[in-house]
């Protein structure tokens, strides 16, 4: 089983960067892809990104591809989401999520296959 914790949401300007950080407990965390999925308010929970145990496969939502970018630390147990050019609509709760099955890139943004998650953090951007 895995704990997830996020920080390092805030609020920050539209053109804006931020570093999401996810700290798991458990000493199995280098066995669990990982991903990040965010909910504004009175939305859908929406794939954000994801990444392979090793770190060598990633996939990123079609609305975040180019500007975030997801990363991992096994000797850490953390993993990261740099946001840059953050636009308002990106604004968010966002989440992070673990499973031991690492999903295909059509199953990624299935939020039932995930079976761990975090309790979020807010990232606001303004106009």
């Known amino acids: 089983q895995v704990q997830l914790v996020e920080s390092g949401g805030g609020l920050v300007q539209a053109g804006g960067s931020l570093r999401l950080s996810c700290a798991a407990s458990?000493?199995?965390?280098?066995?669990?892809?990982m991903g990040w999925f965010r909910q504004a308010p009175g939305k859908e929970r929406d794939f954000v990104s994801a990444?392979?145990?090793?770190?060598?496969?990633?996939y990123y939502a079609d609305s975040v591809k180019g500007r975030f970018t997801i990363s991992r630390d096994n000797a850490k147990n953390a993993v990261y989401l740099q946001m840059n050019s953050l636009k308002p609509e990106d604004t968010a709760v966002y989440l992070c999520?673990?499973?031991?099955?690492?999903?295909?890139?059509?199953?990624?943004?299935?939020?039932?296959?995930?079976?761990?998650w975090g309790q979020g953090t807010q990232v606001t951007v303004s106009s």
């Open positions: 990444i392979s145990w090793n770190g060598r496969t990633t």
């Open positions: 458990g000493r199995t965390f280098s066995s669990y892809a």
């Open positions: 999520a673990a499973d031991l099955t690492f999903p295909s890139a059509l199953e990624a943004g299935t939020k039932n296959l995930w079976d761990y």
